[in-house]
């Protein structure tokens, strides 16, 4: 079946700090790769995706790069702010499953200046 | 352009209680999703709307859950009646085409005491 493991929070860095965010998946077929963000009091927004083994996603500073061989798409961002803290979710889909979203668990982030 | 919109934000209500969320997609996007998480856990899909029509219902947990979308437009899920483990945030997301990225609303907060 199809599942995502993202590891577990709460995370809090120092601005500035290197992060990553471990993401790794099963799925039958081939799944594209996604990274939502929940700010405080919102929606989820679409962070960067990914759809294909190799491609790198990047956004805002932040970057993923899909690994088939490692079935991972870890998030990374070299400065982190305080403006980065939330949720950050790791999701995939896959065309032979109705394209509906197999999310993680989430990972909570707090930057602190 | 509007983004996706639920109504309400939050709701509390006592267990055996009735309560209906309603979810406005972005206009044009023929798909429309449904997702929960309960507290601390993953976003898990409930349903998937192309226009009218349930195309998988395969995440609904039970009969007691109801969703509908009249006319295409916007949709319903009535929790008739509630348990004590239906609290959790409802999701709902649209996409314009299957596959492509799903805009997610800001989600309601559903408390049963």
């Known amino acids: 079946g199809n599942s995502v493991t993202q590891m577990e929070g709460p995370v809090t860095l120092s601005e500035e700090a290197f992060l990553t965010i471990n993401c790794t998946y099963t799925?039958?077929?081939?799944?594209?790769l996604f990274w939502y963000v929940q700010y405080p009091g919102e929606g989820l927004q679409l962070l960067l995706k990914a759809t294909k083994a190799d491609d790198k996603g990047s956004n805002k500073g932040f970057e993923a790069t899909y690994r088939k061989e490692t079935t991972s798409f870890h998030l990374e961002k070299g400065s982190v702010q305080v403006s980065d803290s939330a949720v950050y979710f790791c999701?995939?889909?896959?065309?032979?499953?109705?394209?509906?979203?197999?999310f993680g668990t989430g990972t909570s982030l707090t930057v602190i200046p | 352009e509007a983004g996706v919109t639920q109504f309400p934000s939050h709701s509390v209500i006592e267990k055996g209680q009735t309560v209906t969320l309603r979810c406005d997609p972005i206009?044009?996007?023929?798909?429309l999703y449904w997702y929960r998480r309960v507290m601390g856990k993953e976003i898990k899909f409930l349903l998937h709307?192309?226009?009218?029509?349930?195309?998988?219902e395969s995440g609904m947990p039970n009969n007691r859950f109801l969703a509908e979308r009249t006319g295409g437009t916007y949709s319903t899920l009535k929790v008739q009646p509630a348990e004590l483990e239906d609290s959790g945030v409802y999701f709902c997301?649209?996409?314009?085409?299957?596959?492509?990225?799903?805009?997610f609303g800001p989600g309601t907060r559903l408390t049963v005491t």
């Open positions: 997301a649209s996409s314009q085409v299957v596959g492509r990225e799903q805009y």
């Open positions: 709307f192309v226009k009218e029509s349930k195309q998988d």
């Open positions: 999701a995939l889909s896959t065309t032979n499953t109705g394209n509906q979203f197999y």
């Open positions: 799925a039958t077929g081939y799944p594209s």
């Open positions: 206009s044009g996007h023929d798909n």
